[in-house]
């Protein structure tokens, strides 16, 4: 069974940092890796996506150059550096895998619980 659990998540001032983290287990060999985030009153929206080998990333443009996705295999673990925070990225951040790297939140077949990043202004 495929498990995710998303950490690292908290408050943090507008132009801070944070690192979320995704730890994987159960077998998703050949999987990529996504992060979403969903805002109070707002559908939830695509952040990045990494395929298996790292060699295929993309990012949403309102992201693209603050944020960093990456993945170590061997630990079983994904990561979102996020840098030059904004309010606006406040959101509850969910990681996820799924067997063909896309965009869509409906073609990833699991999901971790969340986890909270609050920007002050």
């Known amino acids: 069974q495929v498990q995710l659990r998303e950490s690292g998540g908290g408050l943090v001032q507008a132009g801070g940092s944070l690192r979320l983290s995704c730890a994987v287990s159960?077998?998703?060999?050949?999987?990529?890796m996504g992060w979403f985030r969903q805002a109070p009153g707002k559908e939830r929206e695509f952040v990045a996506t990494?395929?298996?080998?790292?060699?295929?990333?993309i990012y949403a443009d309102s992201v693209k150059g603050r944020f960093t996705i990456s993945r170590n295999n061997p630990r079983n673990t994904v990561y979102l550096q996020m840098n030059s925070l904004k309010p606006e990225d406040t959101a509850v951040y969910y990681c996820?895998?799924?067997?063909?790297?896309?965009?869509?939140?409906?073609?990833?077949?699991?999901w971790g619980q969340g986890t909270q990043v609050t920007v002050s202004s």
């Open positions: 996820a895998a799924s067997r063909t790297q896309a965009l869509s939140a409906t073609m990833y077949n699991y």
């Open positions: 159960g077998r998703t060999s050949g999987y990529a």
């Open positions: 990494i395929s298996w080998n790292g060699e295929r990333i």
